[in-house]
């Protein structure tokens, strides 16, 4: 049987998703790159079953389970990711997040878990807690190190969540989707000081989509910046309707950030994306139209030419870009990477 292993997070709380028991509801619904790939590759016949590891809650969960042509795509829930020695291995496992939970298991049983990849996140992009992976996936060729056998890792936002709205009228021109629960990562302060120091910055109509909205509010108070209108959190669909109704997005990450999920949904949702030159991506997304790149010196003379030539990104390139990120594309990209 070949099976696929996924180690999404050491949280014990549950997910939004967790409540969808039916199959076409969590594809529509699910927002979750990992999860949506793990489900394509039991669709494609790729893998008999896979398996999302989590730590129970206080409530115990039983197993949620989407049966595919005989294979099975399982949501599962365990005392302790120990508890999987002894257990069949899976030919291939995924390490999302680089918790402790994860060095400490793949250093004592390294042979339970197959062939072993780690993809870390912020400030573990590579492995801690001396753990044992045999694979490193990173989301930036500048992160490569000689040190790891490294190897780039894809992603995308399920289209069913974001997507282009036609006719949809434009309000803003500029919308920032970013948690200021995240402050040290996300580049917040040097994006409201660079709109204050900038004429052209502070003439825009800019919409913020994120929690703890007061944080930022209260940064523009301290800047004197009053053209950003807090939405606060959005849920998913509700942050698509947004997106749509700008001009378009920015992403302004530094270096301890990991690659922001909201850069595919910026893309998806169908408008231009401008990102911040520390943000890590792959040279796969800045090929191409609809990604503009801006360091800290030139940020309101790029923003400035994309708003002025919003016409060039047109339905066409709209198109060609969703395309390249279509979920069939992103999994292929990574499943052929997988083995080796």
């Known amino acids: 049987m070949r099976k696929y292993w996924l ?8 997910e939004y998703y967790h409540k969808y028991q039916d199959l076409e509801t969590f594809k529509k619904n699910c927002h979750d790159f990992y999860l949506l790939q793990g489900l394509w590759y039991i669709e494609k ?11 129970q809650p206080k409530i115990p969960q039983e197993d949620i389970i989407f049966n595919i042509d005989g294979r099975k795509f399982i949501q599962r829930w365990c005392n302790s990711f120990r508890d999987l020695y002894g257990l069949n291995p899976p030919q291939v496992s995924l390490f999302r997040g680089g918790f402790q939970e994860y060095g400490t298991i793949t250093n004592e049983k390294p042979k339970q878990f197959g062939n072993s990849l780690y993809l870390g996140s912020g400030k573990r992009i590579f492995p801690k807690y001396n753990g044992k992976y045999k694979t490193i996936l990173l989301e930036d060729e500048k992160d490569f190190h000689n040190s790891y056998k490294c190897k780039s890792f894809y992603k995308t936002a399920n289209k069913n969540i974001f997507h282009p709205i036609k006719n949809t009228k434009k309000i803003f021109d500029l919308c920032w989707p970013v948690n200021f629960s995240q402050i040290t990562q996300k580049g917040q302060e040097f994006f409201i000081k660079s709109v204050q120091q900038n004429s052209y910055l502070r003439k825009l109509k800019i919409v913020h989509c994120g929690n703890q909205s007061e944080v930022g509010e209260k940064l523009c108070k301290k800047y004197g910046v009053k053209n950003i209108k807090f939405m606060g959190w959005l849920n998913r669909p509700q942050l698509n309707e947004i997106l749509n109704q700008s001009r378009c997005g920015i992403v302004t990450s530094n270096k301890q950030d990991g690659c922001p999920r909201t850069i595919t949904e910026i893309l998806m949702s ?3 994306l401008l990102i911040r030159d520390q943000t890590r991506l792959l040279d796969y997304y800045k090929h191409g139209c609809g990604v503009t ?3 800290d010196k030139n940020m309101s003379g ?4 994309v708003i002025e030539d919003i016409d060039k990104f047109n339905e066409e390139v709209n198109n060609a870009i969703i395309d390249k990120l279509q979920l069939s594309t992103i999994c292929t990209k990574n499943f052929d990477g997988i083995w080796t």
């Open 7 to 14: 180690f999404r997070t050491n949280l014990k709380n549950l």
């Open 45 to 55: 016949n790729l893998f008999d079953e896979v398996i999302v590891w989590r730590l």
């Open 270 to 272: 169908g408008i231009p």
């Open 293 to 295: 790149i801006f360091n």
């Open 302 to 305: 790029r923003v400035q030419e």
